[in-house]
């Protein structure tokens, strides 16, 4: 985690976390790299679940929460895990790499769909089903069907907008 967090501060780009912050960015530690940064990190890091496990735990630090579904390796995330994880989301940021990264690549990634749009509506992870849904049919993969219609027309404008472009 260490060798982690000294990548984390050796790209650090205070230009990027002042604007992430000014836009309301809800994690209080960030380091302020971008994308490419990230997966050149996840590149030469360790992919292993405790890591992974011990990163997602870190809700306070934006370059953790994002990693962390970089590096878990797909054959052992648990359908149960993930469906936490999709509840554990603070940002479209941060839904958007889990369900690239990492959820879309699972076996179960189909029934986690069903599951995070049929719970009782709690906001990121309704937005992370759709997501995940988004990532499932740009890939061809096996999704279930769901009446987008409730979403479109959703007081959540990030739910409201991801809806309308599916």
């Known amino acids: ?29 960030i380091f302020g790299l971008n994308l490419p940064q990230l997966v050149e990190i996840a590149a030469v890091t360790p992919h292993s679940v405790e890591l992974s496990d011990a990163l997602h ?22 359908e149960e895990k993930a469906l936490q994880w999709m509840s554990d989301v603070l940002c479209a940021e941060e839904a958007d790499i889990l369900c690239h990264r990492l959820l879309r690549k699972l ?12 719970e009782n509506y709690s906001g990121w992870l309704t937005y992370t089903g759709l997501r995940l849904l988004a990532n499932l049919r740009a890939i061809g993969a096996d999704a279930p069907e769901i009446d987008l219609e409730p979403y479109r027309n959703s007081s959540d404008p990030a739910v409201a907008a991801l809806a309308n472009m599916m």
């Open 57 to 78: 735990a870190n809700s306070s630090t934006r370059c953790s929460r994002l990693m962390a579904p970089m590096i878990h390796p797909a054959v052992a995330m648990t």
């Open 1 to 29: 985690m260490q060798i982690v967090k000294r990548h984390f501060f050796a790209m650090r780009n205070g230009i990027i976390a002042d604007t992430l912050r000014r836009a309301g960015s809800p994690y209080h530690i």
């Open 107 to 118: 076996p179960f990634a189909s029934p986690l769909v069903s599951k995070a749009l049929g």
